[in-house]
């Protein structure tokens, strides 16, 4: 089959262990990002199976209408990239392991380094002393604060356990069947939402964006929250209703934010107001980026490939296009 990859950035796909299982297709790595429909329509137009790497590309309905060949999307996670509608009517099948049972200890550990980041102004310092600067401010020390875990799923969990190692009080709040399991796990849940964001000191939202989740974070949360305290989002940054951040910042509650997302991704506008504020540590969605992530996600994508090529489509999002999928070349 024809394979395309999409945005592998830095030619990674190709070095890890797990591409060998695409051995005999005919594959495509394409390294820089393209959005333009009609470039994508020209570049995809023999490709039989799409491999997208996250939510990079924008896959609606006008690029799709011009794919005659498409027969497979093989992806990990969630999909609001993606027009199901229209990938179902085409007869175009959408793979997608939501690895519920496998936490994403790169994303834990990246918001872990931006709480250090943030709390100990260690970028601000850094390029201080690098233009001559001695320490430019005074920090903030993480133990006997408390850390605010808003979703407590595979990876909220994670990040809970390593603020409970730096001697923080954490403090969840999330649907009642993950307070449920925070309870079980030893933590304490917030008795509502105003409260959760009132007492703490650092607090880093967790949750995927679903219809449910979008803007759930709302401009009196943030002005809630202690000009001391610090937001941390490195989940999805449509969680906080639009424009919001950036004016709670602006008015001093929260007094910091530490982010890997953004709303408008890739973020290559320099005079980005989150780029361009002191209190604000931020980083360019590199929370699953390492190696190891991309082992263990691109094993899941590409088993998906080699269950449809043999017939037996797995993780399948729109079940409904089995009975009008497009036949196998």
């Not at 730096?166 to 709040?173: E, H, K, P």
């Not at 998906?304 to 296009?321: C, E, F, L, M, T």
Request: aromatic share 6%; net charge neutral; hydrophobic share 40%.
């Amino acid at each position: 089959m024809k394979i395309s990859i999409l945005d592998d950035y830095f030619d990674t796909l190709r070095t890890l262990d797990c591409f060998a299982k695409l051995k005999g297709h005919d594959v495509t790595i394409h390294n820089d990002h393209v959005q333009d429909v009609d470039a994508l329509a020209e570049r995809l137009k023999d490709t039989e199976v799409l491999v997208l790497i996250r939510e990079r590309t924008q896959i609606r309905a006008p690029l799709l209408e011009r794919l005659p060949k498409l027969k497979l999307i093989s992806q990990r996670s969630v999909y609001p990239h993606i027009d199901i509608a229209a990938c179902t009517r085409l007869g175009i099948i959408i793979s997608s392991s939501q690895h519920a049972d496998t936490p994403s200890y790169a994303a834990a550990e990246l918001t872990w380094g931006l709480v250090l980041a943030a709390m100990r102004q260690i970028p601000q310092q850094m390029a201080a002393l690098k233009s001559g600067n001695w320490q430019i401010g005074v920090g903030h020390t993480l133990r006997g604060k408390t850390l605010g875990i808003y979703g407590y799923g595979r990876i909220g969990s994670v990040v809970a356990g390593y603020g409970r190692a730096f001697g923080m009080n954490v403090l969840v709040w999330a649907r009642e069947k993950a307070l449920a399991q925070a309870r079980a796990d030893g933590y304490a849940t917030a008795a509502g939402k105003q409260e959760f964001f009132e007492q703490c000191d650092v607090l880093s939202l967790h949750m995927r964006l679903v219809d449910a989740t979008r803007g759930i974070v709302t401009a009196d949360d943030l002005a809630r929250m202690k000009p001391t305290a610090l937001l941390v989002n490195t989940s999805r940054a449509p969680l906080i209703a639009p424009g919001a951040l950036v004016d709670a910042l602006r008015k001093g509650r929260p007094g910091m934010a530490a982010v890997d997302v953004y709303e408008k991704e890739p973020l290559r506008d320099v005079n980005d107001p989150l780029l361009t504020m002191d209190n604000v540590v931020c980083t360019p969605h590199i929370g699953y980026v390492t190696r190891d992530e991309y082992e263990l996600q691109f094993t899941d994508i590409f088993d998906q490939i080699v269950d449809y090529a043999a017939g037996k489509p797995s993780n399948v999002v729109n079940p409904d296009v089995l009975g009008v999928a497009r036949q196998r070349g």
